[in-house]
T-cell receptor, first 114, second 114 residues
Framework: DAGVTQSPTHLIKTRGQQVTLRCSPKSGHDTVSWYQQALGQGPQFIFQYYEEEERQRGNFPDRFSGHQFPNYSSELNVNALLLGDSALYLC?????????????FGPGTRLTVL | AQSVSQHNHHVILSEAASLELGCNYSYGGTVNLFWYVQYPGQHLQLLLKYFSGDPLVKGIKGFEAEFIKSKFSFNLRKPSVQWSDTAEYFCAVKKKSSGDKLTFGTGTRLAVRP
């Protein structure tokens, strides 16, 4: 049973650039949530996608956008990167249609902005 | 705003010692409660969860947690820790009226000495 997978594992960008991170949910799941985990902090909710639409959003600027594809996989895009965007980006999947509230996390993508 | 507090940032124990990690949240209403663990080099894994019913919930690897509604607390316990329990532990809360987003505490880093 494949768990949540994310790519790439690590990424280095410079300020002002744009980045795309990818996530494949756990088999059978239909919902993807994205979190940002800064060093020494707990994960912070960015947004959630269900049925290819943004269902809920946290307190992140519009530079953070996403997409969900028909196969339930998802992308997180960040434009105009800032130094403060350096963090571990986590994807979590769940089965919203099945009423399962539990989110399962992937290994994350470590983004470094120079 | 919602907040989740984990007062113990770093805990050092010897093997066989008992463990209790505190978690408090700052809002009323119906909540779902979770403890996640992140072992060194691994991704966030679900330890246990509380949705309703018996306030004492048992999770994997001998962990348990007690939901005390009057104290807005969900403390994690283990009677006898092992070296392999060395990890970072995160408490997370989902407020039913706020959709599916998880609000995490800042985490507690546990080191168990052999």
């Amino acid at each position: 049973d494949a768990g949540v997978t994310q790519s790439p594992t690590h990424l280095i960008k410079t300020r002002g650039q744009q980045v795309t991170l990818r996530c494949s949910p756990k088999s059978g799941h239909d919902t993807v949530s994205w979190y940002q985990q800064a060093l020494g902090q707990g994960p912070q909710f960015i947004f959630q996608y269900y049925e290819e639409e943004e269902r809920q959003r946290g307190n992140f600027p519009d530079r953070f956008s996403g997409h969900q594809f028909p196969n339930y996989s998802s992308e997180l895009n960040v434009n105009a990167l800032l130094l403060g965007d350096s963090a571990l980006y986590l994807c979590a999947s769940s089965f919203l249609s099945g009423g399962t509230d539990t989110q399962y996390f992937g290994p994350g993508t470590r983004l470094t902005v120079l | 705003a919602q907040s989740v507090s984990q007062h113990n940032h770093h805990v050092i124990l010897s093997e066989a010692a008992s463990l209790e990690l505190g978690c408090n949240y700052s809002y009323g209403g119906t909540v779902n409660l979770f403890w996640y663990v992140q072992y060194p080099g691994q991704h966030l894994q679900l330890l246990l969860k509380y949705f309703s019913g018996d306030p004492l919930v048992k999770g994997i690897k001998g962990f348990e947690a007690e939901f005390i509604k009057s104290k807005f607390s969900f403390n994690l316990r283990k009677p006898s820790v092992q070296w392999s329990d060395t990890a970072e532990y995160f408490c997370a809360v989902k407020k039913k009226s706020s959709g599916d987003k998880l609000t995490f505490g800042t985490g507690t880093r546990l080191a168990v000495r052999p």
